[in-house]
């Protein structure tokens, strides 16, 4: 069996669903950091799958993937300690009862 | 290598000479000279703000780093623009940021400020994805630390949890239709997806336009995706809120136009024209109406700023110069007007913790110089003709109707509706200040240097931006010879 771009691709695109319905639905902001980061793996996963595929002979996608892991750990850690400054000033981390403020 | 072409930029190695200085000035002056530390920011970044306006009268255009950066003269003037904004953030946030509590973090607000104000000079200037993604990001991120920084009050945190998550949720739709763009045309500079792409649309593009429109939407605030704008709006620190709804707005509104039309201008009437209408007749109408009901004078300016937006975009719909140069100008008259009306709130919220509508009613018998200013203010962002607001918005609306197609007159028409609309809650504000004869709750007080010195330059902004027509001639003419198109 010949394992081309599409057994790669699929699941990337089912990642990347996973995540938004994660992001969506979980109430825990850690949990919805983990669906953020389904989300930023897919898409270095379908950079990396496009390079090696479709465009073998250079390197662009994968450069972007590395600076794109770079970005997102970046953004989880100052999610992390936003998320650590609401738990001191909310003794809680659940999205439902971070609504003083609405339309 | 060549290192000549690190000269091409100037303005962000300026830019970044000015933040070491600051970050040095912080790290090791002693603690007694400590106390100049916002003069000297305000000083330094004032005196690159005027170097960068002498400079960029002879601004050339040209790419460096084998085409992922572009400088011409109307990237140097944006950049101008958004300098002029910042400095008077920096000028307003004075008084503010060397309150009790943020004093001993007064340098870190400083230097968070310039470094987003570093992405979003990448932003402008890419002409290559990835130095682009780095861009907003280096923009959005640092920013949502800024929204966090009023440590002691609630909504602070609210807000910056709520900024950070649909920040990354954004740049993540956004990074997925970048890999659909790359997949499609095998390289990420913006001239070279033009040429892969071609005329012809395929549902991937579609796709692709979709997720990036999508993303930089997020930035933006257009309507559907504005919904983190007023919560952020409003818990942020005021002077961030007026950051955030000029600079950050003005930079990725010039960004997008120019993703737009440099990597997809060639499907533009395939694929995106219209969903570029149903966006911005989203954005006006939403963020109007939504407006109507506000009472929180800075939730209030989150929709008026949504809805500004959407006229900002009516300047790519054209497609040409003239659209350009009316966006420019649009944002250049947007950042004093709104400025303004951050200012007077600023004020405000420093001598009595004040931020309600029903808190200004008879304003004026009190204060008359804040509400004077706040007035002109009002005017200018509804588009009442003496000031500025009126001639930005005359030439966005001519510059769109320039392509003449039945579409666009039909979408001028609603936004043009939609002003007057917009008229009616900016009077609520001007009307509870003069005409309301309660007694105000607000006493009269004498608001700081700082503050008077912020608000006589942005009413001055407000009354010759528009009378003066040079302005507009010359970003016109700078504009003509952008190669954009």
Known sequence: MEINALYYLIPSLIMFACGVYGFITRRNMIAMLISLELMLNSVDMNFVVFNRFLFPGQMEGMFFTLFAIAIAAAETALAIAIIVNVYRANNDIDVRDICKMKF | MDYS?????????????????????????PKKALGALSGITCALFGIYTIAGFCTCVTGVSDTAFAGMYATSPIIAMIKNVLNVGVLIVLIQSVKWVNNDSTVVRRGEFYELLLVTLFGMYLMISARHFLLFVIGLESASLPLAAMVAFDKK???SHEASIKYILTAVFSSAIFMMGLSFVYGLSGSLYFSEIYGAIGSVSSPMIICALAFVIAGVGFKLSLVPFHLWTADVYQGAPTPVTSYLSVISKGSAA??????LVQCFGAVYEDAWEWMLYALIILTITIGNLFAIRQRNM?????????????????GIVGMNAMGLAAMVYYILVYVFSNLAAFGVIQAIENNTGKVDMDDYRGLSKTNPKLSFAMMLAMFSLAGIPPFAGFFSKFFIFTAAINQGSIAIYVLVLIALINTIISLYYYLLVVKAMYISDEPSTIERFKSSCTDRVGLIITVAGIIFLGIVSVVYNHILTLAERSGLF
């Open chain 2, 5 to 29: 072409q690190f000269l091409l930029m100037k303005q962000e190695i300026a830019l970044l000479v000015v933040f070491l200085l600051v970050f040095l000035y912080d790290t090791f002056a």
């Open chain 2, 153 to 155: 009050r609630y909504e």
């Open chain 2, 254 to 259: 010039f960004a997008f136009l120019v993703i």
């Open chain 2, 298 to 314: 800075k939730r209030f300016l989150a929709f008026s700023s949504v809805s500004q937006a959407g006229y900002i975009m009516l």
